[in-house]
């Protein structure tokens, strides 16, 4: 249809909407703004290696817009209109999180675009988890908390009705594009009023603040949205040094001069005022907060198993009393430091681009050689492939951080990848076939340049 918006359009649109609102209703999250924008000018500015591969891969109109969000629905069938409102915008469902092992009862996914050019574009991505009722043992406030999440719609009736205009037509026109974006910002919008009285709220919250927050208001507000930062220490520090009160740990892999997947800190969640039903006077409810985060490069599964086995040993050290810092320092000592020895040991994705082998007079290009071969005799160079991904047990941590929650033991069972995705209608993509994807194309576009050369 010549006249549809393209999905890329209606996510940066909708991004840019969302982050203006919560500027408004979290004016910390602004004054987060400014600072990861100091840092990064200062990073590139001290960095001009990194400055210009950022350049020429295009990657600094992405990094000024760069956000992602999350939401925590309370039931299936939100859940599912949620992936066709994301679907609109080019967002699709990628990766199974499940963070009942961490004592938080979610499953999640994160819904991203997938096309390099739409991640170029814009990467908003939402991390969105729904509630597991099944794991709460008390019967009577399970069925409570069923009761009151039937009773509610998230969506506007406008929404809705955009939403089946899209699906019948594959697209939307401006205008309708335009107002999609204003409908399904109620979606997102902080309630001051809960839907339940006070007395409800306490019950809920008993079990699990998490259940509360989930249950008690009319829709799931948007509780961070995370701008990206190129060096968290540095902005840890200012965070401090500006009077933000950070959380201690940074999440994820300890600092590496070979960043790899994702690390995070946040600021703790503000405690603001609600008014309950039948209540005259104002309680409080916390539920947002900020946060930032820096990417990496992305790890393959053997990669990725090396991590988790890493970060699983320093946590049980930190169980025995070890400072944390101290333990992940300790555990990654062995760790790679450059993005060279990650991919000799097949522990990263990459891009490849073109070596400057080909440029050299009367050097010809062999059949056969490995993608190493390739790299050491210059044919091709490497650049790290962006993590656009989450982590499940740094986002528990942000989850217990953020929600009051004391650490608590993991539920039994563990995750329910089909229900998830019976909720979803849909199954969800796998974050390492994408990546594998992205690294076996920019490959063939690499060797195509390298034969397209005259020798
Ligand atoms: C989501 C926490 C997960 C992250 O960055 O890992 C997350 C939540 O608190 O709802 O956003
Ligand atoms: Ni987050």
Same mark, same amino acid.
């Given at each position: 249809m010549p006249n549809h918006v393209h999905p890329d359009e209606i996510r940066s649109?909708?991004?840019?909407? +969302?982050?203006?609102?919560?500027?408004?209703?979290?004016?910390?999250?602004?004054? *987060? %703004?400014?600072?990861?924008?100091? $840092?990064? !000018?200062?990073? &590139?500015?001290?960095?001009?290696? +990194?400055?210009?591969?950022?350049?020429e891969s295009d990657q600094l109109h992405r990094l000024n817009v760069e956000r992602h969000g999350a939401v925590r629905l309370g039931t299936a069938a939100e859940l599912e209109t949620l992936r066709r409102v994301f679907a609109v915008m080019g967002m699709v469902p990628v990766g199974y999180y499940d963070l009942s092992v961490a004592g938080v009862p979610v499953h999640a996914t994160a819904f991203r675009p997938i096309e390099e050019a739409s991640l170029r574009r814009n990467p908003f991505r939402v991390f969105t988890s729904l509630l597991r009722l099944e794991l709460i043992d008390n019967a009577e406030l399970r069925g409570e908390a069923e009761k009151i999440l039937a009773r509610r719609d998230i969506f506007t009736g406008r929404?809705?009705?955009?939403?089946?205009?899209?699906?019948?037509?594959?697209?939307?026109?401006?205008?309708?594009?335009?107002?999609?974006?204003?409908?399904?910002? #109620?979606?997102?919008?902080?309630?001051?009023?809960?839907?339940?009285?006070?007395?409800?709220?306490?019950?809920?919250?008993?079990?699990?603040? %998490?259940?509360?927050?989930?249950?008690?208001?009319?829709?799931?507000?948007?509780?961070? %949205?995370?701008?990206?930062? &190129?060096?968290?220490?540095?902005?840890?520090? #200012?965070?401090?040094?500006?009077?933000?009160k950070a959380k201690t740990d940074i999440e994820g892999p300890p600092r590496n001069d070979c960043p790899v997947l994702l690390r995070q800190t946040? @600021? *703790?969640? %503000?405690?603001?005022?609600?008014? @309950?039903?039948?209540?005259?006077?104002?309680?409080?409810?916390?539920?947002?907060?900020?946060?930032?985060?820096?990417?990496?490069?992305?790890?393959?599964?053997?990669? !990725?198993? !090396?991590?988790?086995?890493?970060?699983?040993?320093? &946590?049980?050290? $930190?169980?025995?009393g070890t400072d944390r810092a101290e333990a992940m320092r300790k555990a990654f000592e062995q760790w790679p430091n450059s993005l060279h020895a990650l991919f000799s040991e097949g522990l990263a994705f990459v891009r490849f681009l073109p070596g400057r082998a080909h440029l050299e007079q009367g050097r010809k290009l062999a059949d056969g050689l490995s993608a190493q071969a390739l790299v050491d005799e210059g044919w091709l160079q490497i650049e790290a492939l962006v993590y656009e991904d989450f982590l499940p047990v740094s986002a528990?941590?942000?989850?217990?951080?953020?929600?009051?929650?004391?650490?608590?033991?993991?539920?039994?069972?563990?995750?329910?990848?089909?229900?998830?995705?019976?909720? +979803?209608?849909?199954?969800?993509?796998s974050e390492f076939s994408l990546y594998e994807a992205a690294q076996e194309r920019s490959l063939a576009e690499a060797l195509k340049a390298c034969h397209a050369v005259p020798q």
């Open positions: 649109n909708f991004s840019s909407a +969302l982050s203006d609102m919560y500027k408004t209703e979290v004016p910390l999250y602004g004054d *987060l %703004l400014d600072l990861v924008a100091d $840092t990064n !000018r200062r990073v &590139l500015q001290s960095d001009s290696t +990194l400055m210009h591969a950022m350049e929404c809705r009705e955009l939403l089946d205009v899209a699906d019948a037509e594959g697209g939307l026109n401006l205008a309708q594009s335009t107002e999609f974006v204003q409908e399904v910002l #109620e979606t997102f919008r902080w309630h001051s009023e809960a839907t339940v009285d006070v007395q409800t709220y306490r019950r809920l919250r008993s079990i699990h603040p %998490l259940i509360a927050d989930v249950v008690c208001f009319k829709g799931p507000h948007i509780n961070h %949205l995370t701008p990206r930062v &190129l060096d968290i220490d540095d902005a840890q520090a #200012e965070m401090k040094a500006r009077g933000i946040s @600021f *703790l969640a %503000l405690d603001e005022p609600i008014r @309950f039903v039948g209540d005259a006077a104002h309680g409080t409810h916390t539920a947002r907060f900020g946060e930032i985060e820096q990417r990496g490069c992305a790890l393959t599964p053997e990669g !990725r198993m !090396r991590y988790d086995g890493l970060l699983q040993s320093a &946590l049980a050290d $930190t169980a025995q528990a941590g942000i989850f217990r951080s953020n929600l009051g929650a004391e650490v608590r033991a993991g539920y039994e069972g563990g995750g329910n990848r089909a229900e998830f995705e019976r909720a +979803l209608g849909t199954a969800v993509r």
